[in-house]
């Protein structure tokens, strides 16, 4: 009887110095600011249920919308808006790098939250507002949040290396194991990382020390508790769509238990204060900036097309660009201003422009089998034109009779060109060259806009770079 | 570089999405593509624009 007594108290005891922490997780926002105000309304909800709840950004919060990329300080408006949303801590993504070192040290500068990425090192005089990790206290629980970065082959972000510039990183999985010592610092350790989830599944088997990973990177969403050597390995897919809730019982400085769940967010209402904020972030006069003047009204869809193909070609330096008829998607361009908001109505697809080496006879094969993926005519090219014939009918490829570079050379069968066109067709086309090529960190709009940027003015006209006749 | 969809080796460009990885797939096995889910090798769905990486395993049926 004495002994059941003792071991109620022990058990009460117990419970009174149990604490629970609440954190929230979201990765890859992507700028998807249209989401945003269901974030802000499902936070009004959550806090006013657990106060103290961190939110947690797993990196890549930009790169998306034109209205945070497209402006003149690109990254910033999705800064600006996850202060409001009451951030409390962000790891870098590889996005993050996209607008150079400059940019980023700003837009970290702007955060009214930290961010930490441990395997990143900037050369001195060029620091940024950084640290490996960061502390919080919440209900007498000291927590811990160590940062990690993917990098691949060269050793660096999926980023263009240009932008990269000054700034070294560490293989995370090497660097992580510096940071064992946090263990004993804390009593919830967090990896917050954008690795991708197979590479934290990889680094939950490097580092039992961690409670749990909350990551981005691969867009997945993870719907069920999954854990790995003891470590809780989350992700909640991309663009807003989803947050993670994780929910640690902490007791005498040791995680009791733990609790996953994945919350869809268009579910809740949207906050009307941020809706109003979102609204200004899209009423940016940087949208309406004036890149080049038409001369003369573009009234066909391939001249479209040829200064679509003109841009890529341009963007990536190489002989020729491609560009499918069905990435243009106006069909005629009035006299006058063309603007930054334009280009995005021009391609608003997001195809990544990728660049490959090709044989004068790859180059023709590649042409020739373009309508069979795309229905909605012969492709637009810069830097040749070709004649062709085409049998009637929607998906039949075409045969090209006739094709020079611009000047008038014939393209040879077994000479090599270097190609740029985008990323559908390198996906779709049947006839693959032998090299598959790589994407550039650039998108068809993003090329435009640097294109036209460039130009005093523009005149496509009279430009037609194919002549099919179809049988 | 090399990837695999539906555990058949697919050769695609160096920064393809998943969906690019699974257009290659159709394409060149001749298999249409239905407009469902994308899935890695633990049955977690992806989202299209999922970066791939050299040896990563995509399916577009939930694998067991």
């Excluded at chain 1, 058990?11 to 929230?24: D, N, R």
């Excluded at chain 1, 679509?308 to 341009?314: G, N, Q, V, Y």
């Excluded at chain 1, 693959?432 to 435009?448: C, F, I, Q, T």
């Amino acid at each position: 009887m004495k002994k059941t007594t003792i071991l109620s108290l022990l058990a009460l005891l117990g419970t009174a110095f149990a604490e629970q922490v609440t954190i929230l997780g979201i990765n890859d926002m992507h700028a998807n600011i249209d989401n945003l105000p269901h974030l802000a309304g499902f936070l009004k909800k959550e806090r006013a249920r657990t106060p103290g709840a961190l939110l947690l950004a797993a990196g890549d919060n930009r790169t998306g919308s034109p209205y945070v990329d497209a402006v003149s300080q690109p990254g910033l408006p999705m800064i600006k808006l996850m202060n409001q949303l009451g951030f409390n801590l962000s790891t870098l993504g590889n996005h993050e790098f996209d607008s150079g070192r400059t940019m980023l040290r700003d837009c970290l500068d702007a955060a009214d939250f930290p961010f930490v990425c441990a395997n990143v090192r900037v050369k001195s005089g060029a620091e940024l507002n950084l640290k490996p990790y960061h502390f919080f206290e919440r209900n007498g629980v000291r927590i811990c949040v160590l940062g990690l970065i993917q990098t691949g082959d060269n050793g660096l972000p999926d980023a263009h290396p240009e932008q990269l510039k000054d700034i070294s990183f560490r293989n995370p999985f090497e660097a992580v194991r510096d940071y064992a010592f946090l263990r004993d610092k804390c009593d919830i350790l967090l990896l917050l990382t954008h690795l991708g989830f197979e590479d934290d599944v990889k680094l939950a088997q490097l580092f039992p020390e961690a409670d749990a990973i909350i990551g981005g990177h691969s867009h997945t969403r993870v719907e069920k508790e999954t854990i790995v050597n003891g470590v809780l390995v989350t992700q909640a897919e991309n663009k807003v769509k989803f947050i993670s809730r994780l929910v640690f019982d902490v007791e005498n400085g040791k995680v009791k238990s733990r609790a996953y769940e994945l919350i869809s967010l268009p579910d809740f209402p949207a906050d009307e204060s941020m809706a109003a904020s979102v609204a200004e972030v899209k009423n940016n006069p940087d949208m309406l900036r004036e890149l080049t003047v038409v001369k003369s009204p573009i009234n066909r869809r391939e001249s479209l097309g040829c200064m679509m193909a003109d841009a890529i070609r341009d963007a990536a330096g190489t002989d020729i660009g491609v560009v499918n008829m069905g990435n243009v998607r106006l069909d005629s361009f009035p006299a006058g201003s063309i603007r930054v908001e334009d280009c995005f109505r021009l391609d608003p697809f997001g195809n990544k422009t990728a660049v490959l080496q090709v044989s004068g006879a790859e180059l023709i094969a590649f042409l020739n089998a373009v309508p069979a993926t795309d229905h909605h005519g012969a492709p637009c090219v810069s830097g040749m034109r070709y004649k062709a014939t085409k049998a009637a009918g929607e998906r039949k490829p075409m045969r090209i009779t006739e094709a020079c570079l611009e000047d008038g050379t014939p393209i040879t069968p077994d000479k090599i060109y270097t190609m740029a066109t985008n990323s559908y067709l390198l996906s779709t086309v049947p006839a693959r060259p032998a090299d598959p090529g790589k994407a550039l960190e650039l998108d068809g709009a993003d090329s435009m806009i640097m294109y036209l940027e460039k130009q005093n003015t523009i005149d496509y006209s009279e430009i037609s770079r194919a002549d099919v006749t179809v049988e | 570089m090399t990837v695999y969809v539906n555990d058949i080796e697919t050769k695609i460009f160096q920064g393809a999405t998943a969906q690019d990885a699974a257009r290659r797939f159709s394409t060149d096995t001749g298999t249409p593509l239905s407009p469902g889910q994308l899935y890695d090798s633990w049955g977690n769905i992806i989202a299209p624009d999922s970066p791939m990486t050299e040896g990563r395993r995509i399916y577009t049926v939930r694998p067991r």
